[in-house]
């Protein structure tokens, strides 16, 4: 054997005893030699690879130390999304959540669980690409993230090649980064030493180390890792449970939290929980709560995905972190649907790693039930560690001049009415078509598809007409110029007049596109329609009594209170006043008995029908029928065409009446229903 081959051969047999104790010191937390031994083997291999520089590799121990810093981060985009989770406060909640799984599952079984503490730290993706740490990114907004390896890779307890002869040629491994409490403590003292900034928790001391340019300061923080999914990776090796995916990525050497379970139940999982809470202060590292994941592989498949979140996990938080303060003031926010909701502005108080001087009181009825008064001292709390709110009043520090909190009765933003149903928790302002915190929701609504229909007045463009204050209310969408339009960003000559030509089409519309483009509260397409055939008019209907609506089909006493209190605004009815001036039209409606032939009938359409689906969806609506996108119990009719999905084949389970479109145009046209 050569020179070189011998010096080689020592080269990766350090590697492999580094890596070896690195591991057994980091993961199995069971070091073997001391660290003044570790010390001399690896500056030994350091001085190899500084003689011999092409003896160096990716996964070589001394790689850690970090490189010059970056200008800025890459973008990653994750094959695999990485999402959040939905959260649990209490015992009903994650019993609720339990409840959904079994309920979408169909089944009554006892279901298994794995139970993990949920780390306070940061997400990240690791690449591994036969067996080598090749990629590594944080995750972002969940579909893309930073690129941030070369960070990564100063981590000490994350291998920079993998363990054992069954590798995967692909492997992606997902977990958490974070900082242990000693090391969080050590860099703050190092901090205050030197006169610098402090971190306020774990949590973003990690984040900060995490997103560092120059990485030889991340090398420097005490920054740790466990691993808990996996996300794009080859089929060399199939689990059928998330446990055996877990103990696959220990086997490969990746460091995997020692107090997760698999538990039998949700009940194990709820003492799971406490037994971990017990224990919180005295684990090395911040925890937040509790996740509990469905065990089995085939059973998360089939629960699959709502929004951003799996339906088959669940993050049971801690009871947040709360702190006294006083209430200086509380005012009234309007958000962007006409929620009136209160706010308490605060004495400043640190709470959770943060000043808070604003706390949510969520709504009247809440502001009554803890009896919040202006000058009170109160329990602020981090709810969910997002949204501060207001938890509770200590009665014995009240002063003789605490203030009464009450609902205005005019919007703070625009001076309409603020009414408050008896059976509903939140306030609205009724200034839906002039108020300006409502005003770009209104104009979205307004103009969409099943309203007004105005093509190419899309949320971007609707957001720079306000913004440049060219629209301040719904009617003046029909005053604006070409000039106008072709000044906005992204929208050039022809596509300004293309979007004139579309706000001229739509002033030929019908009654009660018309009224559901008003956007009056719980006025959905249906009973616009049902208000539009039982009174004819617009007239009539803007000057109807609360008695007279409940007489409309499915026109209850809330849906009658907020239609009569919508035309009750002035403000209101100067802007429809302007929008027919504007030229918008509809023929009169002959009132009808074809308006009853179907009311209160649930329809579901499937397959490929001959006529367009909104064609007979409109069809079925002008006959008083509902219109659902799923087959129940409830359903009185399934409409099929060709090709029919799983819709056809549940109705047929559940033994619902079936017709063949020609079969359904036929019968609802001898109803006295015509196609629109």
């Known amino acids: 054997m050569t020179d070189s081959q011998d010096i080689e051969q020592q080269a990766a047999e350090l590697r492999h005893v580094l890596n070896e104790h690195n591991h057994r010191y980091y993961v199995l937390d069971t070091p073997t030699i001391p660290d003044v031994e570790y010390d001399r083997l690896f500056r030994e291999l350091q001085a190899l690879e500084t003689e011999h520089p092409e003896l160096q590799t990716q996964d070589s121990p001394t790689q850690r130390v970090g490189a010059q810093p970056l200008p800025q981060f890459s973008q990653v985009k994750h094959d695999v999304p990485m999402l959040s989770l939905s959260n649990a406060f209490d015992d009903v909640d994650v019993n609720a959540f339990a409840k959904r799984i079994k309920d979408r599952l169909g089944q009554t079984d006892q279901l298994a669980f794995t139970c993990e503490p949920k780390l306070d730290g940061l997400a990240v993706s690791i690449r591994y690409e036969q067996g080598v740490l090749a990629q590594a990114a944080t995750r972002g907004d969940g579909f893309t993230g930073e690129n941030i390896t070369l960070n990564v890779r100063t981590i000490p307890s994350i291998p920079l090649k993998l363990q054992g002869n069954d590798i995967p040629g692909l492997l992606e491994v997902r977990g958490e980064v974070f900082m ?13 030493k030197e006169g610098t900034k402090t971190f306020v928790n774990p949590r973003n001391a990690a984040a900060g180390s995490l997103r560092q340019l120059d990485s030889r300061i991340t090398a420097k923080r005490h920054l740790a890792f466990f691993a808990y999914a ?147 001292t109160v329990i602020v709390r981090r709810a969910g560690d997002v949204i501060p709110e207001v938890a509770s009043v200590i009665l014995e520090r009240r002063p003789e001049d605490a203030t009464s909190v009450e609902l205005p009765a005019h919007c703070p933003v625009c001076g309409a009415d603020v009414i408050k149903l008896d059976d509903e928790a939140v306030a609205r302002c009724t200034g839906g078509l002039f108020c300006q915190a409502q005003l770009k929701e209104a104009i979205k609504h307004f103009t969409s598809r099943k309203a007004m229909d105005i093509d190419g007045l899309g949320d971007k463009i609707v957001e720079q007409l306000v913004d440049e204050k060219f629209v301040t209310n719904i009617a003046d969408i029909y005053q604006l110029s070409h000039p106008k339009l072709a000044s906005l960003e992204r929208l050039a000559d022809k596509s300004a007049q293309n979007l004139m030509d579309a706000i001229e089409q739509s002033k030929k519309t019908t009654l009660p596109r018309f009224l559901y483009a008003l956007g009056i509260r719980e ?10 055939q039982y009174y004819g008019t617009l007239e009539k209907i803007e000057s109807v009594n609360e008695e007279s609506l409940q007489q409309v ?12 209190y919508f035309f009750r605004q002035a403000h209101n009815r100067e802007i429809i006043e302007s929008l027919c001036q504007s030229g918008i039209t509809w023929e009169s409606i002959p009132l009808s008995t074809a308006s009853q032939a179907l009311q209160g009938k649930i329809f579901v359409l499937t397959g490929s029908l001959s006529r367009p689906r909104q064609v007979v969806k409109e069809a079925l609506l002008s006959a008083g029928a509902k219109v659902s996108g799923s087959v129940s119990k409830k359903t009185d009719m399934v409409v099929v065409g060709a090709d029919p999905g799983s819709k056809y084949t549940k109705a047929l389970e559940l033994g619902i009446d079936i017709m063949e479109e020609e079969a359904f145009i036929n019968h609802i046209t001898d109803l006295g229903v015509k196609l629109p």
């Open 230 to 376: 996996t996300g794009v990776k080859s089929e060399e090796h199939v689990q059928h449970t998330h446990g055996e995916m877990l103990e696959q990525l220990r086997h490969w050497g990746l460091p995997i939290c020692p107090e997760n379970r698999v538990v039998a139940n949700i009940d194990a999982c709820l003492s799971f929980y406490q037994d971990i809470a017990d224990k919180r202060n005295s684990l090395p590292y911040e925890i937040d709560g509790v996740v509990y994941k469905v065990n089995r592989y085939d059973l998360q498949d089939a629960l699959g995905f709502i929004s951003r979140a799996p339906r088959w996990a669940i993050a049971h938080k801690f009871p947040a972190e709360e702190e006294l303060t006083r209430v200086n003031d509380v005012e009234f926010q309007v958000g962007r649907t006409g929620a009136v909701t209160p706010v308490a502005r605060l004495e400043p108080v640190f709470v959770g790693g943060v000043t808070v001087s604003n706390a949510t009181l969520h709504n009247m009825d809440e502001v009554k039930r803890k009896d919040v008064r202006i000058g009170d």
């Open 180 to 192: 242990p409490k000693a090391g969080f403590d050590a860099l703050n003292q190092r901090a205050i």
């Open 523 to 532: 006025v959905g397409e249906a009973t616009a329609r049902n208000l539009a």
């Open 553 to 564: 089909p499915d026109v209850g006493p809330i849906v009658a209170e907020h239609v009569y």
